[in-house]
């Protein structure tokens, strides 16, 4: 059986196999969004085999697993490693179509050099020779940084958290930037009850700040702030269902944080969007103010089945796409500081495609002068980082907006491999791009195309976020 992986994958014509293979193939990378973990780049150590760099944590295989009716112990219980491969590897050639086939397969090939395709019959053998090249240094965590030419990795980290890990990475010499990114979604869960006052006393602790009100708990996260800050954090991130809306409450919010903060939680729920907006708005004049990117990730509906939310727990793969309304508040939130001259840069990113024009649209809004694409609608994620879900939105966003100032793709991972998303990506857009000229939709300028390839794929990224 012909492998299907080349050289010019996705590459459909000439002009893209010259833009990808010229332009774009060597460029480095930042990784401006990820969830790699920041103690395991600081510990460098090596992973025992395939299963735990590869399986372990990774939503999008639980999901297809189960959608083939595998049993949970083979994909989060008690099985061995090995067990759990061999499942996966039965799997995999019912993929088809789906984007682990590909993903998959880059993955073997870029690091391993593998390049047959995975299925039962050589799941064993695969399996230990991807797990013996694991032992060896050009496969830790900083070989694998290494290796994919990444430049830069935005972590996601807690304001509670003492970066400790970073400030060994940053001290340690290692070549490719590590940088904190502050998510302060837990403090606006006022409605969490016991957990959320737990979480408040992390942060009472971390900062310093004894949190008795509303302004405490400003004063204690911008407290936080200020620490990610001086190590070098420039960049805020947040998921939410939605921006949220200001809504007129018939309480003072600080009282009803107090409340809260007493035990009392008869009040939460219904003042919590009102709580949102308020602190979220302040962080965000913040971010303006130190010269920072805001990031906000709209739209999944999470923990959808109740029963394995309370077997396996929370973010264990039954998350959705949400059909929240978008606009009105997007629109309220932006315009509320843009009025206060106080709107940072920021990256909005859609999980719901019905929302693309949506969000391309709002972004022409608030632009600014002497600012290059200051608002961003951004990359595909999630259920969307495949194909179709880039292409929609590359095409919206070069409708709506201009796709010459984009600042690209990043990995959204907790995976080391994750990093053949960018080759899918720039393969995509090359094509993309080469579709156009070969239809004479676009000059036949394979220079002036390359470059703004380019910038899409790597120079937009360093200028926006100040690398």
């Given amino acids: 059986m012909a492998y299907f992986l080349h050289d010019d994958f996705l590459l459909q014509s000439k002009h893209a196999v010259r833009l990808y293979h010229e332009y ?45 009716g595998t049993e949970e112990q083979y994909i989060t219980g008690t099985a061995t490693d090995r067990e759990k491969f061999r499942k996966w590897a039965e799997a995999v050639p019912y993929t088809l179509r789906n984007p682990l086939y590909h993903w998959t397969h880059m993955e073997l090939k870029n690091p391993f050099g593998i390049t047959e395709l995975l299925g039962p019959g050589n799941a064993d053998r695969i399996f230990d020779t991807a797990s013996a090249q694991l032992q060896t240094s050009a496969f830790s965590p900083r070989g694998l940084l290494t ?114 903060l007493a035990g009392d939680d008869a009040l939460a729920a219904e003042h919590e969007e009102a709580f949102t907006f308020l602190v979220l708005s302040e962080l965000c004049k913040l971010y303006h103010d130190k010269g920072w990117v805001q990031q906000f990730h709209l739209g999944p509906l999470r923990n959808t089945n109740s029963r394995k939310l309370r077997e396996l727990g929370a973010d264990t793969g039954y998350d959705s796409i949400g059909d929240f309304q978008q606009a009105q508040s997007m629109q309220h939130f932006f315009n509320t500081l843009e009025e206060e001259g106080r709107l940072a840069k920021t990256v909005v990113y859609n999980l719901n495609p019905a929302d693309n024009a949506v969000f391309a649209a709002m972004m022409g809004n608030f632009q600014a002068e002497g600012t290059k694409g200051k608002m961003q609608f951004g990359s595909g994620w999630w259920f969307l980082d495949q194909l179709d879900g880039m292409t929609q939105q590359l095409n919206t966003l070069s409708n709506i907006g201009l796709i010459s100032c984009f600042v690209g793709m990043l990995t959204d991972s907790r995976s080391f491999l994750s990093y053949s998303r960018h080759e899918y990506f720039r393969r995509l857009l090359c094509n993309l791009f080469a579709e156009d000229m070969n239809k004479g939709l676009l000059p036949d300028d394979i220079d002036w195309t390359g470059k703004v390839i380019q910038d899409i794929c790597y120079h937009n990224a360093k200028q926006y976020f100040n690398l």
């Fill in 24 to 68: 774009v193939k060597e460029l480095p990378i930042i990784d401006y969004h990820s969830h790699l973990p920041p103690d395991g780049i600081a510990s460098d150590g090596k992973f025992e085999n395939l299963t735990r760099i590869w399986l372990a944590g990774d939503h999008y295989k639980w999901r297809a697993l189960r959608v083939l």
């Fill in 147 to 260: 290796h994919f030419g990444v430049e830069m990795v935005g972590t996601t980290d807690d304001p509670v958290d003492d970066l400790r890990h970073h400030q060994a990475i940053a001290g340690s010499g290692f070549g490719t930037k590590v940088l904190p990114t502050f998510r302060p979604d837990k403090v606006f869960q006022l409605s969490k009850g016991d957990d959320y006052r737990r979480y408040i006393d992390q942060l009472q602790a971390s900062s310093g700040v004894a949190i008795v009100d509303l302004d405490t708990l400003l004063d204690a996260l911008w407290n936080r702030l200020y620490y990610f800050h001086s190590h070098g954090c420039r960049i805020a991130d947040h998921g939410l269902n939605s921006l949220p809306r200001e809504v007129d409450t018939s309480l003072s919010l600080d009282e009803v944080f107090k409340l809260v």
